[in-house]
């Protein structure tokens, strides 16, 4: 099964903002609130930070998701109007999506070797 993907590379730098942002936004709203985040400045990283580290891969991953279910695609975009972002994806949709299993997922994105 093939998840129909099409990669593009962006014709000009400028076109990489897009994504930067929503790094800048996952960055500052989600990973700053973090037990052990450290920031970009080390001169002003928190002493104890690495002591509060305490999540695991899991965890983190767990809590990503969920602000990315939950908050951010709820919340309504600059770009949009008053629309959210999971509004905008939906209005866009031609067809309700095909929903496949995690195992059929996970087969989907294995490496192959050419």
Same mark, same amino acid.
């Given at each position: 099964?093939? #998840?129909?993907?099409?990669?593009?590379?962006?014709d000009?730098?400028?076109?990489?903002?897009i994504v930067?942002?929503?790094?800048?936004?996952?960055?500052?709203d989600?990973f700053?609130? #973090?037990?052990?985040?450290?920031?970009?400045?080390?001169?002003e990283?928190p002493?104890?930070?690495? !002591?509060?580290a305490?999540?695991t #891969?899991?965890e983190?991953?767990? %809590?990503?998701?969920?602000y990315?279910?939950? %908050?951010?695609n709820q919340?309504?975009?600059a770009?949009?109007?008053?629309?959210t972002?999971?509004q905008r994806?939906?209005a866009?949709?031609?067809?309700?999506?095909?929903?496949?299993?995690e195992?059929? #997922?996970?087969?989907?994105?294995? %490496?192959? %070797? !050419?």
């Open positions: 099964m093939q #998840l129909r993907f099409v990669c593009h590379l962006r000009r730098p400028s076109e990489g903002g930067e942002r929503s790094f800048g936004t996952f960055n500052t989600f700053s609130t #973090l037990p052990g985040y450290t920031g970009s400045n080390v001169q990283r002493e104890q930070a690495e !002591k509060e305490c999540l #891969l899991r983190l991953e767990h %809590k990503f998701v969920r990315i279910v939950d %908050k951010y919340r309504p975009d770009r949009l109007g008053d629309r972002r999971y994806w939906e866009g949709l031609i067809a309700s999506p095909n929903v496949i299993s195992e059929e #997922l996970r087969i989907c994105l294995l %490496k192959q %070797k !050419k």
